[in-house]
DNA sequence: CTGTGTGCAAACACTTTGCAGGTGT
DNA sequence: ACACCTGCAAAGTGTTTGCACACAG
């Protein structure tokens, strides 16, 4: 799946913007903050269309929004591009990046009488693969 | 448990704004936001004050944040003073209360190898007891 | 051609900081 | 008496809005 096929899947304008956005998100190992996506991206946008435009790919669910403490604010690629199930989050206090765990699955939670629940958001901080890896070093 | 001995057991001095926000925190049956708090104290305080309070009785694990959507931020009472496990909170989609489960356990998740998880937070959104009750009659 | 996206400026809301004066211990 | 809390004003930061123009379909 490439960036033009998923503005025109879901009747969006194809704009070098938009495009790009997709393109790195999708592209990203990790979850990008606004100026991550900013220093990979081609042209320079104003902060209003960058704004504006992961409104409207939130919106349709292209990408999805990971706040870690309501300061550190991240963009990934959406499940529904990605087919995978919903998936818990991760931040490390160490290095600052968030990650998402596809391959864990957010439980199921048992609550009491008369609540329903909707939408399960998981975030684990701890630390991450890579700086666990340069403590042994 | 009352709000001068919780002040007094953290060594912080026993203001009105600090006493009567742990009182009016620990007796809402859900988290309040700022101006709830606001609503239900005896004095009126600078919006100042009450930033630096949040941030104080924060730092010293008395109250807690609950932030949902990286837009509404409610306040509750910590574990530490209720003595009940981590648990998870529950954001009503209709009346967006923000409660706490203490009775919710957070279920442990399987990490790839390398990662090591140090907090995790639960966040439950759908639709609580009472909204709907409403909707049965 | 028409509706939508973009860039700029301004408005807005939330939060933090500096400082003078007041308060708790 | 002293440290620290409070209120006010101002600055800082993130986000939204209005508008004129540009661009995609």
């Given at each position: 799946m490439i960036a033009v096929e998923i503005l025109n899947n879901n009747n969006l304008k194809r704009t070098s913007c938009r495009e790009g956005i997709i393109d790195v998100v999708m592209n990203a190992k990790q979850a990008l903050s606004e100026n991550e996506?900013?220093?990979?991206?081609?042209?320079?946008?104003?902060?209003?269309?960058?704004?504006?435009?992961?409104?409207?790919?939130?919106?349709?669910?292209?990408i999805h929004k990971i706040v870690v403490d309501n300061q550190l604010i991240k963009y990934a690629i959406d499940n529904t591009i990605t087919h995978t199930d919903e998936h818990a989050h991760f931040y490390c206090n160490e290095c600052n990046s968030v990650q998402c765990m596809?391959?864990?699955?957010?439980?199921?939670?048992?609550?009491?009488?008369?609540y329903s629940d909707v939408?399960?958001?998981?975030?684990?901080?701890?630390?991450?693969?890579?700086?666990?890896?340069?403590?042994?070093?």
């Amino acid at each position: 799946m490439i960036a033009v096929e998923i503005l025109n899947n879901n009747n969006l304008k194809r704009t070098s913007c938009r495009e790009g956005i997709i393109d790195v998100v999708m592209n990203a190992k990790q979850a990008l903050s606004e100026n991550e996506i900013r220093d990979r991206l081609v042209g320079n946008y104003d902060r209003t269309t960058f704004y504006r435009s992961f409104k409207t790919l939130e919106e349709h669910k292209i990408i999805h929004k990971i706040v870690v403490d309501n300061q550190l604010i991240k963009y990934a690629i959406d499940n529904t591009i990605t087919h995978t199930d919903e998936h818990a989050h991760f931040y490390c206090n160490e290095c600052n990046s968030v990650q998402c765990m596809e391959n864990v699955p957010i439980q199921k939670y048992q609550l009491p009488d008369g609540y329903s629940d909707v939408e399960t958001e998981v975030l684990i901080k701890g630390t991450c693969v890579n700086c666990k890896n340069q403590e042994n070093n």
